[in-house]
């Protein structure tokens, strides 16, 4: 890319700057999640706490999410449901936290 600019000739300048990226790309990685899915407390400290009842053994996350969503009380519509991330943290050898992210296989 290149970018023209005022010339200065007593500066030594002819007005052509040339920008070049030096790095190489990278795609983002989400690090910030949302603790509160809707606005009202009760109902955010009711998701908190009883979230994990709903989880039966086979269940895949794409089914426990639609399990969370169909809770009329909680009032979670269908784009709050694609945004709701399920994780949980767990300790390394060195007693770091590590979180892990519960991904939904359709995405």
Known sequence: MGVMACPHPDKNFDSK?????VSEKRTAK???YYKNVVDNYEINKAI???????????????DLLDKIESV????????TRDHLVLRFYSYTRLGKKKWTTMADELE
């Open 48 to 62: 908190k706490e009883q979230w994990r009842g709903l989880h039966e053994p086979e269940m895949t996350v794409g």
């Open 17 to 21: 700057i040339l920008m070049q990226r």
């Open 30 to 32: 989400k690090t910030t």
């Open 72 to 79: 009329v009380e909680w009032e979670i519509d269908g784009p």
